[in-house]
């Protein structure tokens, strides 16, 4: 459970403290995520990779995931999955292993515990103290709106939804586009049903064959 405080205005003019607190199910159903308890948040890392070779990845298996490194395509879907979800403020450009997991999941049709992993984050950031707390702001927004919904708000400090513009989109399609991949799964077919097995792709999926590249990346880590 995350405690916290919400100052208000009252009619006399003075402010009042209103204790908050909320669990992951409180942060489920607000966002409305569709995930449940039982839902994973740790996904195999050969899986993982595997999927990424799916979609385009260009670096080395073992090194840093960077968005740059993929197809102008799913470059997108990878860049707003890190800014709605990462926990930190910056270095945008890296997924950390749970984007890493989620992205995988999207693309795959793959439940995953969305909800838990928003909540961890935010608890870990609410005890580091200092500006860290503040992060997944529109989260906390909605989490403070369903509580109160009288609340008053400063409008320099709503935060608005702004649509892609040609600018923006200019630029994640900086530098020279890295080879082109086709949409696959979840992103080709909404009908899509993800492998069994912790598989990435079906036996009479028809693509190309990652096995070598895995096998090698998991054999070289082996080794190390």
């Not at 409180?26 to 569709?34: A, I, K, Y």
């Not at 992103?187 to 792709?201: G, Q």
Request: charged content about 30%; hydrophobic content about 35%; overall charge positive.
């Amino acid at each position: 459970m995350i405690y916290s405080e919400v100052r208000k205005k009252v009619e006399n003019g003075q402010d009042v403290d209103l204790d908050i607190k909320f669990n992951v199910g409180d942060l489920r159903r607000v966002l409305e995520l569709g995930d449940s308890d039982s839902d994973p948040t740790i996904i195999p890392e050969r899986l993982c990779k595997g999927i990424w070779c799916r979609i385009g990845f260009t670096g080395h298996l073992n090194g840093k995931m960077g968005k740059t490194l993929f197809c102008y395509s799913y470059k997108f879907l990878i860049h707003h999955v890190v800014h709605a979800l990462s926990h930190r403020k910056g270095a945008y450009d890296k997924t950390s292993d749970y984007i890493m997991s989620i992205i995988t999941c999207l693309v795959l049709n793959r439940p995953y515990n969305v909800s838990n992993v928003i909540f961890e984050y935010l608890a870990k950031n609410a005890r580091a103290g200092s500006t860290k707390y503040i992060m997944y702001p529109r989260f906390i927004m909605m989490m403070i709106d369903d509580q109160f919904k009288d609340i008053q708000k400063d409008a320099n400090d709503v935060l608005g939804l702004r649509n892609m513009t040609p600018e923006t989109i200019s630029r994640l399609i900086k530098g020279p586009e890295p080879r082109v991949k086709r949409m696959v799964c979840k992103i080709n077919n909404p009908a899509y049903v993800a492998p069994k097995n912790d598989m990435w792709r079906h036996d009479n999926s028809n693509s190309e064959n990652e096995d070598e590249k895995i096998n090698q990346m998991v054999e070289k880590k082996t080794r190390w």
